[in-house]
């Protein structure tokens, strides 16, 4: 699936218009995608999921009633200074008229006020999934899943933080089954505009002698990371570099720490 079928697709998810073949393709497409498309993909259904361009930033309560039928009887004074009304029949049909006018604004307005607010709690839930998607992915194969909930041989590295102030954390967990493949989870990496995170192996000296795959970028939700650890050996030390976009390992800063154990 392009990315252009994947937004067309997520436009037409955040309005519940896609069948459940087409959101099984949608959904297997989207965790497919790197971790930027997946932020961009969700943005762009929250922004359709919330309307703010056209919803005006009011919340519906009791005087929601009052305030339309205040608005009704204005719009009807108005008029009626600049009509004409010829006859009684003239001023029962216009009377009618006002009546149907009322009826249908005032149901409008209650429509109106319930899909805003309906479009507010879809955009709420959406930023909650958000945070969802990383352990989504990783529990989407059962084999994973069973082998994290319940294999014995499944191994969790744990990170510690190089300073105690840092708020991000992060785990390894590592299976002998995943043939190297091992999930890196984290939580709360923020990076700076123009900085990235990235996973490497340090030696005694605390230099840089490997990267563990490709800078990913932290925006300080639930993420997933698919590690290559085959040819890591125990008692490795294991770093997560704050490092700028487009620069070597060799110059970022430690913000995690951990000791590699092979499951």
């Excluded at 909650?128 to 352990?135: T, V």
């Amino acid at each position: 699936m392009t990315f252009k079928e994947l937004l067309e697709n997520a436009h037409l998810d955040a309005l519940g218009m896609l069948d459940s073949e087409e959101q099984a393709a949608f959904e297997a497409a989207f965790y497919a995608a790197s971790p930027g498309v997946r932020t961009q993909i969700r943005n762009e259904q929250a922004r359709w999921s919330r309307m703010e361009a056209t919803l005006p930033q009011v919340e519906p309560g009791p005087h929601v009633r009052a305030l339309v039928l205040d608005r009704i009887r204005e719009a009807i004074s108005a008029d009626q200074s600049r009509m004409t009304i010829s006859g009684g029949g003239g001023r029962r049909w216009q009377r009618t008229g006002m009546i149907a006018l009322a009826t249908a604004a005032l149901a409008f307005g209650a429509a109106f006020f319930t899909v805003s607010n309906e479009n507010r709690r879809m955009a709420d839930q959406f930023a909650k999934n958000r945070d969802l998607e990383g352990p989504l992915a990783l529990f989407r194969n059962g084999q994973v899943t069973k082998d994290v909930l319940a294999s014995s041989e499944t191994v969790r590295v744990a990170f510690k933080a190089v300073d105690e102030t840092f708020q991000g954390t992060a785990a390894l967990w590592i299976h002998p089954s995943w043939k190297g493949e091992a999930k890196l989870v984290s939580h709360g990496l923020k990076a700076a505009p123009g900085r990235a995170f990235r996973l490497v192996v340090l030696n005694a000296a605390n230099e840089v002698i490997k990267d563990l795959g490709s800078a990913f970028p932290g925006d300080d939700s639930l993420a997933l990371e698919e590690v290559n650890v085959s040819d890591l050996m125990t008692g490795m030390k294991l770093a997560i570099l704050d490092v700028g976009i487009g620069q070597s390992s060799a110059s970022g800063t430690a913000v995690l720490t951990a000791t590699f154990v092979r499951a």
